[in-house]
């Protein structure tokens, strides 16, 4: 009778389930990885968003805030500080004697300093739908209370 040495080794059975246990597991790992990278993606999109807003935001508020009063009327009526059209546009004459202009055209939000034209979004940003401009004093002879409602 011949004796087999048992020699130290898998079976064939046992290298096949070893190989589907390691595959189902680089597969779920996998799908982890291609997740966190989406929601990355996501995460720096938002805070993409939420930067251009909050620039846009402090310059908007800057320019209201350091409004002067057109005592000639060239900008808006004269000795008032503010004209609100239609509550989506805000006019107004900087405090270096620009007439300052703030409307949206096409889901961008622009800005007009002496008729120069300026995009403060884009639309690979932020898309703007609306936007409201009221002004809570007499005939836009207080200061304007701005609110920025989202």
Do not use: W
Not at 62 to 75: H, M, P, S, T
Not at 110 to 131: A, C, F, S, W, Y
């Amino acid at each position: 009778m011949v004796e087999h040495k048992n020699i130290g080794g898998f079976t064939l059975i046992e290298l096949v389930i070893a190989g589907s246990i390691f595959t189902a597991l680089l597969m779920i790992l996998g799908g982890m990885t291609i997740s966190a990278i989406k929601f990355q993606r996501t995460a720096l999109a938002t805070q993409a968003v939420l930067d251009n807003s909050r620039s846009v935001m402090e310059i908007m508020g800057r320019d209201i805030r350091l409004a002067a009063k057109d005592d000639d009327g060239n900008c808006v009526a004269r000795r008032t500080n503010y004209q609100v059209t239609g509550g989506n546009e805000l006019k107004f004459e900087s405090d270096r004697g620009k007439c300052t202009h703030y409307y949206v055209s096409n889901g961008e939000l622009k800005r007009d300093l002496d008729g120069v034209p300026e995009t403060l979004t884009t639309l690979e940003t932020i898309r703007v739908d609306n936007l409201y401009f009221s002004d809570f004093g007499e005939n836009g002879l207080s200061p304007l209370a701005a609110a920025v409602i989202s």
